[in-house]
């Protein structure tokens, strides 16, 4: 049906639900949110270990200065974000985890001067060392939202091999709408990443997952891939609309058939998964030199005028917020990532990170807890195969042997159980208290 | 700018699919609307004081049990779902004072004293309607003959109780037990209604199709493999209604999907071996309270395997 023969056939799972989509911004380009006064950045802002602070209280930094780095394995620097002066400390709550970490807090001296960037002259002759180099140095993390170093997701061990790239452009949550405006408007960008990690990995197969509430950004992307003559190397695979597609597990059951084993990764199957985002971040750290220092925020919701936003990270929430013309309505909640898997936030002056992909503002309520009535439903729909029902009776009777058992470390925690509990039971967070817990007391090694 | 607020912090996800307990036990009380107006086209204006006195004393029951137990009376609806299908089983002729006790029975000892919603072993109408088979046998086994047949007030047979009737194909006697006038208990009279509102259920996705297909199929095969009518005996007694309404509960049903299907024929196998065999001329009520009591063992067994599970990991060192 489509002669290029770039677009696969549509692929559909029976588990997960339809969510309401709400993607109130999709037609939304992408416009600029303004520099805030002053920009708190998060030290912490991947998966791994926090960095340490590289510049002082008082200090002048420019925008794109390294200002914090780890020399663990697994971490990722931060850059400033706009020019201006140090002017001091602060602790921020880690949205996933929870806990507090140590934030620079950096007053704007509105002239945004940034750094000598350094494009390579020739990205095509750069060493594989030299590409895992520069994207390490801009600092980049997953965009989809779990922010894991990426160039330790491009350097997998050499046990493993990888035959398959899946560019992940699903964008699977309601509300969100950056992953589709950046194969809209950067989506050549995107592919140049993707040609890099091409090259870095050298898979048998490269497929773009997106879901077919985007049918403009397939088409695009399949322009793009013909323009550029790549229309036998990489192909799109449209997905059915439903939650949780666009999970790496879920995207290589569907996409290659192969489940990745209990408490491994992807890799272990062969396959290697970047966001649109992602890949648009190391193009323009490898070509153009240029560090990680912001990226798209869908602000949406209950607010007056919802839009896509380039945000620089450090930006507050409530400037975001005060730029798309201000709360609505009764709303209050706000929700920084997606409504399935998102945080709620209760202080408007927090910063976005790298992971924040969204900002959504909505009427919430909380609803009184029943008893499980054994409707089956979380079971049918959890993408993992798991019974959230026991897994939470487990966890609240505190028999997390019993979890373990029943493999709750499986779950990534995607929600769909507790969306589809008639009796608004929090099964995930049941379970997240039930992991944490049973983190908590494995033995270190 | 209205920025300070108080703003709700809860754990994710922060949208909810919006079908509530109460929804759910609504709409099978909607289901069972059309089943409870045969029984009172076929049976008169006393079924609909069954049903009445049994709804009633099953929220009330349910009400005062919560009240002693000092816990909150939700008015989810799973009491008048109980009430519906316990007034539904009984005999046209039963005295009212026995539903109520039933009705008691159902809520205070089958559901309450095992917790309440969620928590009871047994299907609460069935094993009241079993308590009041053995409190009360006389009572609740005369049956009177349909208003349709224009015999009103007569005792009469169900056909599961005459013998007779087992082995013969009679497209007549089909036809009355399809539309539902014949003897026998209030609501399982008439296959038609019951299908109807099985299948609202059904399209409404609110009961999983295993169950039902499953049971009513393996009778099917059965009762052929023996040699008799098929079509008479899905027809016959409660067997629609259970396979429907009753086995279909979700709290006293295995959760699993491989579960349904095995608990879908083991019912199927038993009701035809005690309608057969048995003592009694019906098999369904304890058919199903049988695989009830087999429903956690079942959902132990029946779990799919979970994604990425290549071998179970041993335990460290």
């Given at each position: 049906?489509?002669?290029?023969?770039?677009?696969?056939?549509?692929?559909?799972?029976?588990?997960?639900?339809?969510?309401?989509?709400?993607?109130?911004?999709?037609?939304?380009?992408?416009?600029?949110?303004?520099?805030?006064?002053?920009?708190?950045?998060?030290?912490?802002?991947?998966?791994?270990?926090?960095?340490?602070?590289?510049?002082?209280?008082?200090?002048?930094?420019?925008?794109?200065?390294?200002?914090?780095?780890?020399?663990?394995?697994?971490?990722?620097?931060?850059?400033?974000?706009?020019?201006?002066?140090?002017?001091?400390?602060?602790?921020?709550?880690?949205?996933?985890?929870?806990?507090?970490?140590?934030?620079?807090?950096?007053?704007?001296?509105?002239?945004?001067?940034?750094?000598?960037?350094?494009?390579?002259?020739?990205?095509?002759?750069?060493?594989?060392?030299?590409?895992?180099?520069?994207?390490?140095?801009?600092?980049?993390?997953?965009?989809?939202?779990?922010?894991?170093?990426?160039?330790?997701?491009?350097?997998?061990?050499?046990?493993?091999?990888?035959?398959?790239?899946?560019?992940?452009?699903?964008?699977?949550?309601?509300?969100?709408?950056?992953?589709?405006?950046?194969?809209?408007?950067?989506?050549?960008?995107?592919?140049?990443?993707?040609?890099?990690?091409?090259r870095l990995l050298s898979p048998q197969s490269v497929y773009i997952a997106i879901e077919d509430n985007k049918e403009d950004a397939i088409a695009h992307m399949e322009d793009l891939i013909i323009g550029m003559g790549l229309e036998e190397t990489i192909k799109i695979v449209?997905?059915?609309?439903?939650?949780?597609?666009?999970?790496?597990?879920?995207?290589?059951?569907?996409?290659?058939?192969?489940?990745?084993?209990?408490?491994?990764?992807?890799?272990?199957?062969?396959?290697?998964?970047?966001?649109?985002?992602?890949?648009?971040?190391?193009?323009?750290?490898?070509?153009?030199?240029?560090?990680?220092?912001?990226?798209?925020?869908?602000?949406?919701?209950?607010?007056?005028?919802?839009?896509?936003?380039?945000?620089?990270?450090?930006?507050?929430?409530?400037?975001?917020?005060?730029?798309?013309?201000?709360?609505?309505?009764?709303?209050?909640?706000?929700?920084?990532?997606?409504?399935?898997?998102?945080?709620?936030?209760?202080?408007?002056?927090?910063?976005?990170?790298?992971?924040?992909?969204?900002?959504?503002?909505?009427?919430?309520?909380?609803?009184?807890?029943?008893?499980?009535?054994?409707?089956?439903?979380?079971?049918?729909?959890?993408?993992?195969?798991?019974?959230?029902?026991?897994?939470?009776?487990?966890?609240?009777?505190?028999?997390?042997?019993?979890?373990?058992?029943?493999?709750?470390?499986?779950?990534?925690?995607?929600?769909?159980?507790?969306?589809?509990?008639?009796?608004?039971?929090?099964?995930?967070?049941?379970?997240?208290?039930?992991?944490?817990?049973?983190?908590?007391?494995?033995?270190?090694? | 700018?209205?920025?300070?607020?108080?703003?709700?912090?809860?754990?994710?996800?922060?949208?909810?699919?919006?079908?509530?307990?109460?929804?759910?036990?609504?709409?099978?009380?909607?289901?069972?609307?059309?089943?409870?107006?045969?029984?009172?086209?076929?049976?008169?204006?006393?079924?609909?004081?069954?049903?009445?006195?049994?709804?009633?004393?099953?929220?009330?029951?349910?009400?005062?049990?919560?009240?002693?137990?000092?816990?909150?009376?939700?008015?989810?609806?799973?009491?008048?779902?109980?009430?519906?299908?316990?007034?539904?089983?009984?005999?046209?002729?039963?005295?009212?004072?026995?539903?109520?006790?039933?009705?008691?029975?159902?809520?205070?000892?089958?559901?309450?004293?095992?917790?309440?919603?969620?928590?009871?072993?047994?299907?609460?109408?069935?094993?009241?309607?079993?308590?009041?088979?053995?409190?009360?046998?006389?009572?609740?086994?005369?049956?009177?003959?349909?208003?349709?047949?224009?015999?009103?007030?007569?005792?009469?047979?169900?056909?599961?109780?005459?013998?007779?009737?087992?082995?013969?194909?009679?497209?007549?006697?089909?036809?009355?037990?399809?539309?539902?006038?014949?003897?026998?208990?209030?609501?399982?009279?008439?296959?038609?209604?019951?299908?109807?509102?099985?299948?609202?259920?059904?399209?409404?996705?609110?009961?999983?199709?295993?169950?039902?297909?499953?049971?009513?199929?393996?009778?099917?095969?059965?009762?052929?493999?023996?040699?008799?009518?098929?079509?008479?005996?899905?027809?016959?007694?409660?067997?629609?209604?259970?396979?429907?309404?009753?086995?279909?509960?979700?709290?006293?049903?295995?959760?699993?999907?491989?579960?349904?299907?095995?608990?879908?024929?083991?019912?199927?196998?038993?009701?035809?071996?005690i309608r057969q065999f048995g003592g009694m001329p019906e098999g369904v009520l304890y058919s199903i309270l049988i695989m009830n009591a087999f429903t956690p063992l079942i959902d132990r067994y029946t779990g799919e395997k979970p994604y990425g599970l290549v071998k179970r990991?041993?335990?460290?060192?």
């Open positions: 049906m489509n002669k290029s023969g770039v677009i696969l056939k549509k692929k559909s799972s029976p588990h997960g639900v339809k969510v309401p989509e709400r993607k109130l911004t999709a037609g939304r380009p992408i416009e600029r949110a303004p520099l805030p006064e002053k920009a708190v950045i998060s030290l912490h802002q991947n998966l791994g270990a926090p960095g340490e602070a590289l510049v002082r209280r008082g200090d002048r930094v420019l925008t794109g200065q390294r200002i914090g780095d780890s020399d663990k394995f697994v971490s990722a620097p931060v850059h400033a974000t706009l020019s201006g002066e140090v002017t001091g400390t602060t602790m921020v709550i880690n949205p996933p985890t929870a806990q507090p970490v140590e934030a620079l807090v950096i007053g704007s001296d509105g002239t945004d001067e940034w750094v000598q960037l350094e494009p390579a002259d020739r990205p095509e002759d750069l060493s594989a060392e030299e590409i895992l180099d520069r994207i390490r140095q801009a600092g980049i993390v997953g965009l989809g939202g779990a922010a894991f170093p990426s160039h330790i997701k491009l350097a997998p061990p050499k046990k493993a091999t990888i035959d398959t790239i899946i560019l992940n452009g699903c964008e699977c949550e309601p509300y969100a709408t950056s992953d589709h405006r950046v194969m809209l408007e950067y989506g050549d960008r995107v592919l140049s990443g993707l040609n890099i990690i091409r449209p997905l059915e609309s439903k939650y949780p597609m666009g999970a790496e597990r879920v995207l290589t059951k569907l996409l290659l058939n192969r489940e990745v084993p209990i408490g491994g990764l992807p890799l272990d199957v062969g396959a290697v998964i970047h966001n649109v985002g992602t890949t648009k971040a190391i193009h323009e750290a490898v070509v153009e030199g240029r560090p990680l220092i912001e990226r798209v925020v869908t602000v949406t919701g209950a607010v007056k005028d919802p839009k896509n936003l380039m945000v620089r990270f450090g930006t507050p929430l409530r400037t975001l917020i005060e730029f798309c013309g201000g709360i609505v309505g009764s709303a209050n909640k706000v929700i920084l990532g997606g409504p399935m898997m998102g945080f709620a936030q209760f202080d408007l002056d927090f910063p976005t990170v790298k992971g924040t992909n969204s900002v959504i503002v909505k009427d919430d309520s909380a609803l009184a807890e029943q008893q499980c009535i054994r409707c089956g439903r979380c079971i049918e729909v959890c993408p993992m195969r798991l019974m959230p029902t026991a897994l939470a009776r487990y966890a609240q009777a505190g028999h997390y042997d019993l979890c373990k058992e029943a493999y709750v470390d499986n779950c990534f925690e995607c929600g769909v159980c507790t969306y589809a509990c008639p009796a608004n039971i929090p099964i995930v967070q049941h379970i997240k208290v039930a992991k944490r817990e049973l983190a908590r007391r494995a033995p270190r090694k | 700018m209205k920025l300070q607020r108080a703003f709700l912090v809860s754990p994710s996800p922060h949208l909810w699919r919006g079908i509530s307990i109460s929804r759910i036990m609504y709409l099978v009380v909607l289901a069972l609307l059309l089943p409870t107006g045969a029984a009172i086209y076929f049976f008169g204006l006393r079924a609909l004081a069954i049903l009445a006195v049994s709804v009633a004393v099953s929220l009330l029951t349910e009400y005062l049990c919560k009240k002693m137990r000092r816990r909150a009376f939700v008015m989810d609806g799973s009491a008048v779902v109980t009430g519906m299908l316990l007034g539904l089983t009984m005999p046209p002729t039963v005295p009212l004072w026995m539903v109520a006790v039933g009705a008691v029975f159902a809520i205070a000892i089958v559901k309450e004293a095992f917790g309440g919603l969620g928590h009871n072993i047994f299907n609460p109408a069935l094993a009241a309607r079993a308590f009041m088979a053995v409190s009360f046998p006389l009572p609740m086994t005369t049956w009177v003959a349909p208003r349709g047949l224009g015999l009103d007030g007569l005792t009469s047979a169900t056909p599961l109780s005459g013998d007779s009737v087992w082995q013969q194909f009679d497209p007549a006697a089909h036809q009355a037990m399809f539309l539902g006038n014949t003897s026998g208990s209030l609501g399982e009279t008439s296959a038609l209604a019951l299908l109807i509102g099985g299948c609202l259920l059904l399209g409404l996705r609110m009961i999983d199709w295993r169950i039902p297909v499953f049971y009513i199929g393996v009778v099917a095969v059965f009762t052929l493999a023996l040699g008799q009518d098929p079509i008479f005996h899905i027809l016959a007694g409660g067997l629609m209604i259970g396979a429907f309404f009753m086995a279909t509960d979700y709290v006293t049903s295995p959760l699993t999907n491989r579960g349904k299907i095995i608990f879908g024929i083991s019912l199927g196998v038993l009701t035809v071996l990991a041993k335990d460290a060192g």
